[in-house]
């Protein structure tokens, strides 16, 4: 009887063994980068200008130099092999997979088809590319305003848009509210818009540094 239990209790860690065994997939990451290369960021690449700025939110330089910078203070976006001996996905591929999970609001592995790039790879880029984002930047592009960046806002919006005392313009985003709890449809819907909802505000300066 021993031995009959001991078998079954054997064969049922073997058998949770071999499910917990992850299914290795190849994806092609070194054609998914090639891909990535020659519509972005080769000479004659396919989005250039106003286009790149359109899928990235941002200028092309800018976005190299953030590559570049990343790169430097965090290891994570540095190419190395694996332990298969595989080279891993490139600067460009994390930092574009972190980027487009900001500015589309977009899950994980929904990235998966077009860039090759598994989901927790890619949440593990969004999480060191915002982690390093803000030690490196935070100091200088993250910061609150001093009194002379203050006095300057002033005179720049008495001067062209002839409002003393004014910090910066004031934009507002009617965000839909979809999963609103039923008890505060009524708090939240605008008659106008007929769906619960909230307002987001942000105040920046005229050159968006502050």
């Known amino acids: 009887m021993a031995e009959q239990t001991y078998n079954v209790v054997c064969n049922n ?65 540095q190419q190395r092999y694996d332990a298969r001996g595989t080279l891993g996905f490139t600067p460009l591929q994390k930092c574009t997979v972190a980027l487009r999970q900001l500015a589309y609001d977009i899950p994980p592995d929904a990235l998966d088809e077009s860039f090759r790039m598994s989901g927790r790879i890619a949440r593990d880029s969004l999480h060191f590319f915002c982690e390093t984002v803000i030690q490196f930047y935070g100091s200088k592009y993250l910061r609150k305003p001093t009194r002379n960046d203050i006095l300057q806002l002033q005179a720049h919006h008495a001067s062209v848009h002839g409002f003393p005392g004014m910090l910066g313009s004031l934009d507002c985003l009617h965000w839909a509210w979809k999963n609103c709890p039923t008890t505060y449809h009524g708090q939240f819907t605008r008659g106008d818009h007929g769906h619960p909802m909230v307002i987001l505000e942000a105040v920046a300066s005229q050159d968006m540094w502050i």
């Open 13 to 77: 860690a073997a058998a949770s063994s071999q499910q917990r065994t992850r299914r290795y997939i190849y994806r092609n990451r070194e054609e998914a980068n090639q891909h990535l290369v020659q519509n972005n960021f080769a000479e004659n690449a396919t989005y250039q200008g106003y286009y790149f700025r359109r899928l990235f939110r941002m200028l092309k330089g800018l976005f190299e130099r953030i590559v570049e910078d990343v790169t430097r203070e965090c290891s994570f976006f």
